[in-house]
């Protein structure tokens, strides 16, 4: 399994490259985060199939930057899946997938509240489609404040966990990824803290108790 850079250096690192190839990776988030920033360098960073289920095409188009020498082009798709039928949606465009190449499925929540037998097909034919590629999944998984019918499915599933969790105190806005769940390689033993403004990076500043 051929570790695939995140496009976040400071992941990279941690991880020794990346992510294994034809990993699912469960990015969950505050709605009211920045946790867009983290999609946006997955889906910058080779070719891409993202698929949206709540935002428009062009609203999500609109806020996806280049990468470093990039030219615009179509190394990015955007695709409406908030349709009648999300699973196929997302499918069909994982089937497309180039070698090494990422989906993304922005929001996951509207597959989730499907039947749980349906949903645990569909992540099984999704990881059937990523891995064949050597590329990733990676489900944008936002936290509500009431039970998710089948988020338990969606982490059980999933080989990367990516918990962003964001604080905010009279001083600051702190943004700490945890990965509780690596498989194929080592989870981080303790929070990463990260300034999420434009883009993504190390917070070095120092917490005061």
């Not at 051929?2 to 400071?10: A, H």
């Not at 867009?36 to 095409?57: G, H, P």
């Not at 349709?83 to 069909?92: I, K, M, N, Q, T």
């Not at 989870?187 to 917490?207: C, F, G, Y």
């Amino acid at each position: 399994m051929e570790p695939l850079p995140t496009g976040i250096s400071v992941l990279d690192r941690e991880f020794g490259g990346g992510i294994p190839s034809g990993s699912v990776v469960a990015l969950k988030a505050d709605p009211a985060s920045q946790s867009e920033l983290i999609l946006d360098r997955f889906a910058r960073v080779r070719e891409c199939r993202y698929l949206t289920t709540v935002r428009s095409v062009d609203a999500v188009e609109a806020n996806l930057t280049l990468a470093d020498g990039e030219d615009e082009d179509d190394r990015t798709v955007v695709r409406d899946a908030g349709g009648e039928d999300p699973f196929s949606a997302a499918l069909d465009a994982a089937a497309e997938l180039p070698d090494g190449g990422t989906v993304v499925v922005d929001s996951v929540e509207p597959l989730e509240a499907r039947d749980r037998g349906e949903y645990g097909a569909f992540l099984e034919d999704l990881r059937r489609h990523v891995d064949d590629v050597d590329g990733l999944a990676v489900l944008h998984a936002l936290k509500g404040e009431g039970p998710d019918r089948n988020r338990v499915v969606t982490e059980q599933v999933a080989d990367v966990v990516f918990d962003l969790r964001t604080t905010v105190t009279g001083t600051e806005i702190a943004n700490r990824l945890v990965v509780p769940k690596f498989r194929g390689g080592a989870a981080l033993e303790e929070p990463l803290k990260l300034k999420l403004t434009d883009s993504v990076s190390v917070d070095t500043s120092r917490d005061i108790a």
